[in-house]
C-alpha cells in the first residue's frame, strides 16, 4: 500500500474536481429548490440542504489537504463518496419530502465514508488520528440525526436538520483543532476552485433563466447586469482577496493555522457561496418577468446574496486583523439597503442597482488601492 498521508505541497488533483462536479449539481439542485416555493420557509429550508452538502463538501476538502489521493484505496473511496453525493443531490428538491430517507442515507454513507477514510489515512499519525476520532462520532451523530428527521412530522423536519447541522458540522468544529493539520497552497486553491464552480453555476442560472423567455430588449439588458454582478463576485475574491487569504494562512504555523483555515475557509467561505446561490436563485426568478415587480423572496435573495458575499470578506478581515475596513462593509450594507427599493421597482431595475453598488466598489478598490493591488501581483508572480 502506498503512503496515505502526504507530507509535502501539493497542488488539487483531478479527483477532487471530478468530486466537486457533484456540488456544482448540488447548487443546481437547492436553486430548484428554492425556485419550487419562493416562500420565507422555502428559502430557509433550501439554505438549510446548501449548509448540510457544504457540511460534506468542507468534510472531504480537509481529508484531501492531508491524504495522498493517489493511493489506490484514497482514490476508490472518493469515487464512492462522489457517488453517494450525487444520489444525495438528485434527492436535493424532494429532501424534505418524497426522497427524505434516500437523501438521509446517501448522507450517512458520504460522511460514513469521509470518517473511515480519514481515520485509516492517519493511522501511522498518532495525533492526527486522535483528532479524527474527536470529530468522527460527532459527525456520524450529525448524519444520523438527517436520517431521523425522515421519520418525524413535516413540520419538525427542518429544525431536526438545523440540530443536526449544529452537532455534526459546528459541533465538529467546537472540539478543538489540536492534531490537525493544513497544507496552505492546496487548501487555498481547493476552496478558490469552489468559489469560481460557484460563479459558474450561477452563469448557468443566468443563461437558463434567459432561455426560459423571449430574448428581447430587457432580458438581454438583465443579463448583461447580471454578468456584473457575476464579474464581481470574481473581480472582489481572485483580484483582490484570495492571494491575501492564502498569505495569512501560511504565516501561521500549528493550531493557529488550523483555527484560522477553519475560520475564513471552511466558516466564512460557505457565506461567500451561500451568497452566490442566493443571486442565482433571485436571477431565474427576475428573468421570467423583467418588466414586473420582483417577489418579495427573490428581491431579498437577489439584495442579500451580493451583501452576504461581501459580508462574508468582512469577516475573513476580521478574523485575521480585528478590523473591517471601509468599501466592502459599506457595499454590503448598501445591498441590504436596497431591499424596500428591489420589491417596488421592475426586476430589471433591481438587478441594476445591485450593479451600481458593485461598479461603486470596484472603482473605489481599483482607484484607493492600485499601489496595494500591484505589490500584491508582485509577490504572487515572484
Known amino acids: 500500500m502506498s503512503e496515505l498521508v502526504v507530507e509535502r505541497e501539493h497542488r488539487v488533483s483531478p479527483i477532487e474536481l471530478f468530486f466537486d462536479l457533484v456540488f456544482v449539481f448540488g447548487l443546481t439542485q437547492v436553486t430548484t429548490l428554492l425556485l419550487d416555493e419562493r416562500t420565507w420557509g422555502g428559502l430557509g429550508r433550501g439554505l438549510l440542504v446548501l449548509a448540510v452538502l457544504w457540511w460534506v463538501w468542507a468534510s472531504y476538502a480537509w481529508l484531501t489537504n492531508a491524504a495522498n489521493v493517489e493511493a489506490g484505496i484514497v482514490t476508490a473511496t472518493i469515487l464512492f463518496a462522489t457517488g453517494a453525493s450525487f444520489i444525495a443531490a438528485l434527492a436535493v428538491p424532494e429532501a424534505y419530502g418524497a426522497h427524505r430517507l434516500l437523501f438521509g442515507i446517501a448522507l450517512f454513507a458520504v460522511l460514513l465514508a469521509f470518517v473511515a477514510l480519514f481515520a485509516l489515512v492517519s493511522k501511522r499519525t498518532p495525533d492526527l488520528l486522535a483528532a479524527v476520532l474527536r470529530i468522527g462520532w460527532v459527525v456520524l451523530l450529525g448524519a444520523v440525526l438527517i436520517l431521523v428527521a425522515a421519520f418525524v412530522p413535516s413540520g419538525v423536519r427542518p429544525a431536526v436538520?438545523?440540530?443536526?447541522?449544529?452537532?455534526?458540522?459546528?459541533?465538529?468544529?467546537?472540539?478543538?483543532?489540536?492534531?490537525?493539520?493544513?497544507?496552505?497552497?492546496?487548501?487555498?486553491?481547493?476552496?478558490?476552485?469552489?468559489?469560481?464552480?460557484?460563479?459558474?453555476?450561477?452563469?448557468?442560472?443566468?443563461?437558463?433563466?434567459?432561455?426560459?423567455?423571449?430574448?428581447?430588449?430587457g432580458v438581454i439588458a438583465a443579463v448583461a447586469l447580471a454578468l456584473v454582478v457575476a464579474a464581481s463576485f470574481w473581480l472582489a475574491y481572485f483580484d483582490f482577496a484570495s492571494g491575501g487569504i492564502q498569505r495569512l494562512l501560511t504565516e501561521k504555523i500549528g493550531e493557529e493555522r488550523v483555527r484560522?483555515?477553519?475560520?475564513?475557509?471552511?466558516?466564512?467561505?460557505?457565506?461567500?457561496?451561500?451568497?452566490?446561490?442566493?443571486?442565482?436563485?433571485?436571477?431565474?426568478?427576475?428573468?421570467?418577468?423583467?418588466?414586473?415587480?420582483?417577489?418579495?423572496?427573490?428581491?431579498?435573495?437577489?439584495?442579500?446574496?451580493?451583501?452576504?458575499?461581501?459580508?462574508?470578506?468582512?469577516?475573513?478581515?476580521?478574523?485575521?486583523?480585528?478590523?473591517?475596513?471601509?468599501?466592502?462593509?459599506?457595499?454590503?450594507?448598501?445591498?441590504?439597503?436596497?431591499?424596500?427599493?428591489?420589491?417596488?421597482?421592475?426586476?430589471?431595475?433591481?438587478?441594476?442597482?445591485?450593479?451600481?453598488?458593485?461598479?461603486?466598489?470596484?472603482?473605489?478598490?481599483?482607484?484607493?488601492?492600485?499601489?496595494?493591488?500591484?505589490?500584491?501581483?508582485?509577490v504572487a508572480s515572484a
Do not use: N
Not at 438545523?162 to 492546496?186: I, K, M
Open 260 to 378: 484560522l483555515a477553519r475560520d475564513v475557509y471552511t466558516y466564512a467561505h460557505f457565506g461567500m457561496v451561500a451568497g452566490i446561490v442566493l443571486f442565482a436563485f433571485a436571477m431565474r426568478a427576475a428573468l421570467t418577468h423583467v418588466h414586473a415587480d420582483l417577489k418579495v423572496v427573490p428581491a431579498v435573495a437577489l439584495c442579500c446574496g451580493s451583501a452576504l458575499y461581501l459580508a462574508s470578506f468582512v469577516a475573513v478581515r476580521w478574523r485575521a486583523s480585528r478590523t473591517i475596513g471601509r468599501g466592502r462593509p459599506l457595499a454590503a450594507v448598501a445591498c441590504a439597503a436596497l431591499i424596500p427599493a428591489a420589491v417596488v421597482v421592475p426586476a430589471l431595475a433591481a438587478v441594476g442597482l445591485v450593479a451600481a453598488v458593485w461598479v461603486a466598489l470596484h472603482a473605489y478598490e481599483l482607484i484607493g488601492f492600485r499601489e496595494a493591488r500591484a505589490e500584491r501581483r508582485a
Open 161 to 217: 436538520w438545523a440540530v443536526a447541522l449544529f452537532v455534526g458540522f459546528f459541533g465538529a468544529g467546537a472540539t478543538g483543532t489540536g492534531g490537525f493539520r493544513v497544507e496552505p497552497a492546496h487548501f487555498a486553491e481547493r476552496h478558490g476552485l469552489i468559489v469560481i464552480i460557484a460563479i459558474g453555476e450561477s452563469l448557468g442560472a443566468i443563461g437558463f433563466g434567459a432561455r426560459e423567455t423571449h430574448l428581447g430588449g
